[in-house]
């Protein structure tokens, strides 16, 4: 369900105070407490609410946008450049403006974010840019990975769902679900945005990182009619979410990601990653303790890969975690969940069984077999009891 434009407006209020008012963003001392960045915030916190009321359509959403923008000119005009918080204002500013001027007046606040039809443009008011950002990313590296083009046909519809009970996705402001039944696959997002923070916005990257690594693309080589990956499927939400979670880490030093999206990084941004990510794997909701356990399994199963191919003389330490990285994702895009589940309980027992070191490194080089033919069958024969 598309998002109204009175939603698409308090979604672009709230994601430009995380963006740019959160304080986090701020320099200088007494980062919370600095007036005018306050009192822009409580301009966009005041849009926001009002938004309800004031926007029914596209042509005002983009008032909206431009009023707000305004007042926050005229709020930084009222101090010294080198006043604290002003930069942080003007960006803002230039922030709402860019939306305003990006609005999609067709209605819709989702869709594509890359690859659309001639013309197409999607929304500013949402997701859509941070998410060509990580997929356009997440297509060059599954493309490395096998040496092959995805099919230009295979995209991804991107859906943002804003909720107002914090139970929902509590105790952090976001989750995600994907379906490879639809067509185009569809990521699905679900937020609570007012009250976001710049540290929030890494725990929409790393939903988006693992909806995407994880689901979107899993089986896009297979053949037939594939299932969705269930919630218990401890290869796609430990083995490959394990992946997704170094993979967002990465982006922390990664220069090529705007500020502007993700303006926390370094420890506090790695920090808030790991948060959102050990938070999978204590107590989720739905899962037993033993389906829990097999989770956590995996995760350490994908880690034990890469240190067997090191510890074994197959590969050096950066080699292993490249090779490891590269099977989980070949694996993925050739297989659906019901056989990778299969093929990641087997490779499971096999690399974490210490009574068996051979078998581990049986494992591993049936793992670098596959990257060099990509053939499922003579995987899951690799591990046939």
Known sequence: MSLSPAEKARLAFDLTIARHLAAECCAGENFSQQPLV???????????????????????????????????????????????????????????????????????????????????????????????????????????????????SCQIHYVTTLISDAKIVAPFRVDGETSILRAPRTVTIVLKPDGMDSRDLWHITYTLCHELLCHAFQGAFAHGKLPNAHQKCHWTEGWMDTLAFDWARELVDDQGMPQSWLPLRGDDARGELSRFHERRYKEPRGLDEDETLRRRRAREAYRRLAKTLTDSGMATEAEGKEFARRFALAANLHGDCDRLKAIGSRLRIALLTAARPEAGVSAATACLAFLADHDMAKLEAAFSL
């Open 38 to 152: 306050e009192a822009a915030r409580g301009v966009l916190q005041s849009s926001a609410s009002g938004a309800n009321l004031q926007v029914a359509s596209a042509d005002d959403l983009v008032d909206c946008l431009q009023r707000a923008a305004d007042q926050l000119k005229t709020l930084a005009s009222s101090v010294p450049d080198s006043h604290h918080g002003v930069s942080n204002v003007v960006a803002a500013e230039r922030c709402l403006r860019s939306l305003a001027d990006g609005v999609d007046r067709g209605g819709t606040g989702d869709g594509t974010a890359i690859g659309g039809a001639a013309g197409y443009r999607p929304c500013s008011c949402g997701l859509l840019e941070l998410a060509a950002i990580l997929e356009r990313r997440v297509r060059a590296q599954l493309e490395a990975s096998v040496s092959k083009s995805l099919d230009a």
